[in-house]
């Protein structure tokens, strides 16, 4: 159930820790294959180079990273969260990061849009997923 949960979701919230231990949070827009989670350092816009960004900074100083992924509904009964612990790395190319990106563009139609071919992808090792509430795939 929580795999599905995860995989249709839209977005995810992701945080990091800075090098003083100042929690970081960001959306994200993620695939899930069923064993990692990943997403593209796009085009959206930013202040700074892709590898500049304050969560690509924070993942090399620590690589542990949480993420979160929920479904809001007026009626509470339907509330549901995933929350996910991991490692994450760099993926700038190659087989498995060209595989990304073709997922990625499958579930975003914007990102058929984005020249992100040769974009890094963050690639998150799931080490535990907590799951929480109702998680039934409801259409959105």
């Not at 949480?66 to 479904?71: E, F, M, P, Q, R």
């Not at 007026?74 to 087989?95: M, R, Y």
């Not at 963050?122 to 109702?134: A, D, E, L, M």
Request: hydrophobic letters at 40%; glycine letters at 4%; aromatic letters at 12%.
């Amino acid at each position: 159930m929580s795999y599905e949960f995860i995989r249709n979701q839209r977005v995810a919230r992701l945080a990091t820790v800075d090098q003083n231990g100042h929690p970081y949070v960001v959306p994200i827009c993620y695939v899930y294959d069923g064993r990692f989670i990943f997403f593209v350092l796009d085009q959206k816009p930013k202040k700074v180079k892709l590898l500049e960004l304050k969560r690509v900074r924070n993942i090399i100083i620590n690589p542990q990273v949480s993420l979160v992924i929920d479904k809001y509904y007026e009626d509470w009964q339907k509330l549901g969260f995933v929350t996910i612990l991991g490692e994450a790395n760099l993926l700038k190319n190659g087989k498995e990061h060209d595989r990304v990106i073709l997922m990625l563009k499958d579930k975003y139609i914007q990102y058929r849009a984005m020249d992100i071919n040769y974009n890094p992808i963050i690639k998150i090792t799931v080490s535990k997923i907590i799951p929480w509430g109702y998680l039934d795939s409801i259409p959105y």
